[in-house]
């Protein structure tokens, strides 16, 4: 079972050579990172103020524009694009011909979904990084490293990933579904649009799927009163309980 498995990861992996859904798991990081360092690159002397440390401002912003909105679409087309490349080459209908078990080829999924994501976090904190490496070159009055502030960055990063894990669930299993990229796509616009709205004030916002995110952040910076570990459980269970239900759904397609 673990051979078999780790053969279906293997190949899914190798699906994904020159693809979009590759190009954005490199890119996207690269964009947000860059964004934010472009703009205190030309005008730190005028966000940051003079004696103090810049880097705090620099990494809350940018973890503040991912968690909020970037993150969230950034899950809704990389989930997308994962399953466009079958889709678009209809090979699914060859897949589940092979003699290999559903369990194989429905897990080897969501673990290069995951190994995905992963490598694009890394990156998103490895470009960060470098952000500010740039930045204490040409401003090394207003902007240096500092490792408690970054490592709080990085711990920032982590919770709002685990915190997103039902949406990116949500979002995988609708795309693994249907071919139509529109329906995806618009199941996720109507979930982010809701959760913008009801953050307004619902009461129980803390259990929408699309809004966990941006309130975990929240949480570490002590704007929301429900604990961090509340959102991370929440998010577990859920995206567990979407993996044995898609496993179900996964083994009722046919060949034909």
């Known amino acids: 079972m673990i051979k078999e498995l780790s053969v279906s990861i293997r190949t899914e992996m190798l699906k994904y050579k020159r693809t979009y859904a590759l190009a954005l798991v ?11 360092t472009t703009i205190y690159f030309f005008k730190a002397d005028k966000l940051v103020k003079p ?5 705090a401002g620099m990494l809350d ?11 969230t679409f950034y899950l809704i087309l ?22 290999v078990s559903y369990f194989s080829t429905y897990t080897s999924k969501w673990v290069v979904s995951f190994m995905l994501i992963g490598f694009s976090l890394v990156l998103y904190v490895v470009f960060s990084l470098m952000g500010v490496g740039i930045l204490s070159i040409k401003h090394p009055d207003l902007i240096w490293f500092d490792a408690n502030v970054f490592m709080f960055f990085v711990k920032q990063v982590g919770l709002v990933s685990v915190a997103s894990l039902m949406l990116m669930g949500i979002q995988f299993l609708i795309a693994l579904r249907w071919s139509n990229a529109i329906v995806a796509f618009g199941v ?9 709205i009801l953050l307004q004030g619902w009461e129980y916002v803390h259990y929408h799927p699309y809004a ?4 975990s952040y929240m949480s570490t910076i002590g704007r929301v009163k429900v604990a961090t570990s509340q959102y991370l459980i929440f998010n577990i269970i859920g995206v567990i309980c979407l993996y044995i239900g898609g496993y179900f759904m996964w083994c009722k397609r046919r060949i034909v």
Do not use: C, W
């Not at 490199?26 to 934010?36: H, Q």
């Not at 004696?51 to 880097?55: E, K, P, S, V």
């Not at 503040?64 to 970037?70: E, G, K, Q, R, V």
């Open 212 to 215: 966990t995110g941006v309130l």
């Open 26 to 36: 490199t890119l996207a990081p690269l964009f947000i990172a860059g964004m934010i």
């Open 61 to 71: 912003g940018s973890i503040n524009s991912s968690s909020t909105m970037l993150f």
């Open 188 to 196: 996720g616009v109507v979930g982010f649009m809701t959760a913008i």
């Open 78 to 99: 990389l989930t997308i694009l994962i399953h466009q490349v079958e889709h678009r080459a209809h090979s699914l209908k060859d897949l589940l011909s092979y003699p």
């Open 51 to 55: 004696g103090t440390n810049g880097i």
